[in-house]
């Protein structure tokens, strides 16, 4: 997977064309739970596609109501304040699914950002280091 970042080391989103391109490829599968217009809890496990991940993010956040088969196919669900223990175990299995990717991938991120970062760093430094021999030579 490569990482683009601008010149300040900050990472540059994908744009909507390349989100739309990863549709076909991939899914962002996210844990939602909160509670439903009739007050019911619940509990899904959706696979995104790429494309619909910020505004699904968004409207989460923001407590909007939202239609969760709008975003993506619905691997699991259920109508408890809290996932079963067996649900968790069987989405691990079956997907992969790990509830602390978030907080690693931030890991991972800072990670990548700082070698980045110091690459760009030594590249500058060799540059002034061979403006300066250049200048003594001439």
């Given at each position: 997977m490569t990482h683009e970042f601008d010149k300040s080391g900050k990472l540059i989103e994908p744009s909507a064309e390349q989100l739309s391109a990863a549709d076909g490829e991939?899914?962002?599968?996210?844990?939602?739970?909160?509670?439903?217009?009739d007050g019911a809890p619940y509990w899904a496990y959706?696979?995104?596609?790429?494309?619909?991940?910020?505004?699904?993010?968004?409207?989460?956040?923001?407590?909007q109501p939202i239609i969760l088969e709008e975003y993506g196919e619905i691997l699991k669900h259920g109508f408890d304040?809290?996932?079963?223990?067996?649900?968790?175990?069987?989405?691990?299995?079956?997907?992969?699914?790990?509830?602390?990717?978030?907080e690693k991938l931030g890991k991972k991120l800072v990670e990548v950002q700082t070698v980045f970062i110091k690459q760009r760093e030594n590249q500058r430094l060799t540059d002034i280091v061979a403006m300066m021999k250049k200048k003594q030579g001439s």
């Open positions: 991939l899914d962002i599968i996210v844990l939602d739970s909160g509670i439903m217009e959706i696979a995104i596609k790429p494309s619909h991940y910020k505004e699904f993010m968004r409207m989460t956040r923001q407590g304040e809290h996932v079963p223990l067996e649900a968790v175990d069987a989405m691990r299995e079956e997907y992969g699914f790990d509830e602390n990717y978030v």
